[in-house]
């Protein structure tokens, strides 16, 4: 049931998109990497950054819920779906600033390949960590992106932030403006985003210059790493880590003590692979999903006493 009258929506949209663009009721399951979800009233894919301020500003100024949707590696939409508009990020422009070793990308630039390969081909080190992980720029920038440091040490764990030099937002009052690394308040998988209802519409990275081979050997190994230890998405669709990190100890390590990896409920399971990750065996439902997370939560908590807190975005009605 739509909130929002169609002609109302279709009109306001209409002065920026040819009224084609709007879709309605468009399941987003395969638009998730869970293949997981139901429809969206609306979807509406934005194909540059101005394209993507102006469907934000459209749906704020005629009060109708939005989305902006990555690729989404983060998130586990409901079996009802959404309620009001959903904005894929399709900004994918960008582009090299050789003399300065910046790379600039659209919010919805994929990292991995488009951004990494860019920037490695062009002798450019600082993102090619992140190699393997589905993101989008702005889902990246949402979440801090983070991997372990090259091996053999693999001595701590890298940030996107230490790469960002700055970024366009669409503030939440409605503003386009340039902010750098500090405005995001950066975490562990966390930034600013999570608390103001800003849109990041671009992004550019400082990169420093470095040789191409030894980027390509990390690149391998860290690619190799997330083989071994991760499912791979086309056969086994996940979100990545469901719970949050407990420092020093790890939420896989919890659930896995508890004997949980393998538990299945519908078409949702903890895999044998690591017991942080939930994949869909087929026709899971965002409810089996949600299940099996309050079943860990419950069994973790009443046989460790630690409580895990997921952290994958719940989007939608479930
Ligand atoms: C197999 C697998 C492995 C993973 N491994 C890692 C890993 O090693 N390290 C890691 O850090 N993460 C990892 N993840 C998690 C995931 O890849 C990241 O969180 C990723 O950054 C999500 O980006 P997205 O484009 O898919 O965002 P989505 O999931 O589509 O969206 C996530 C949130 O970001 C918001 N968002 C998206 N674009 C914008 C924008 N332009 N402006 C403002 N908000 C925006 C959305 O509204 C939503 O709230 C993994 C996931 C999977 C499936």
């Not at 459209?58 to 779906?81: E, H, M, Q, R, S």
């Amino acid at each position: 049931m739509n909130l929002i009258p169609d002609p109302l929506l279709l009109q306001a949209f209409s002065d920026s998109f040819d009224p084609s663009r709007l879709r309605s009721d468009v399941r987003l399951a395969p638009f998730t990497t869970f293949k997981i979800g139901g429809p969206a009233d609306w979807f509406l894919e934005a194909g540059s950054a101005d394209e993507l301020a102006a469907a934000v500003s459209t749906a704020k100024a005629i009060g109708t819920p939005w989305f902006v949707l990555g690729v989404g590696a983060n998130i586990l939409v409901g079996d009802l779906g959404f309620r009001g508009i959903v904005i894929r990020n399709c900004a994918t422009r960008t582009s090299l600033e050789t003399e300065t070793s910046r790379v600039f990308a659209e919010s919805g630039a994929i990292v991995y390949p488009d951004l990494i390969e860019l920037a490695v081909s062009a002798g450019l080190s600082g993102l090619e960590h992140y190699v393997g992980i589905p993101s989008t720029v702005g889902g990246a920038l949402w979440q801090n992106l983070h991997f372990l440091s090259p091996p053999p040490e693999r001595e701590r764990t890298m940030f996107l932030e230490e790469v960002l030099h700055q970024a366009e937002v669409l503030t939440e009052e409605g503003y386009r403006r340039a902010v750098d690394v500090d405005y995001f308040e950066f975490g562990y998988d966390h930034s600013i985003l999570h608390e103001r209802r800003d849109v990041v519409l671009s992004a550019t990275f400082q990169l420093e210059p470095a040789d191409v081979e030894w980027m390509r050997s990390v690149m391998h190994a860290n690619l190799e790493w997330r083989r071994e230890r991760h499912p791979p998405l086309d056969t086994e669709p996940s979100a990545g880590s469901i719970f949050k990190k407990i420092e020093g100890i790890g939420a896989g390590r919890l659930i896995d003590q508890c004997g949980l990896k393998g538990r299945r409920i519908g078409g949702a399971e903890i895999t044998h692979r690591h017991a942080n990750i939930m994949i869909n065996r087929g026709g899971a439902a965002a409810r089996d999903v949600m299940d099996l997370i309050r079943l860990v939560q419950q069994v973790v908590q009443d046989e460790t006493g630690y409580s895990l807190e997921p952290e994958i975005l719940f989007v939608g009605e479930f």
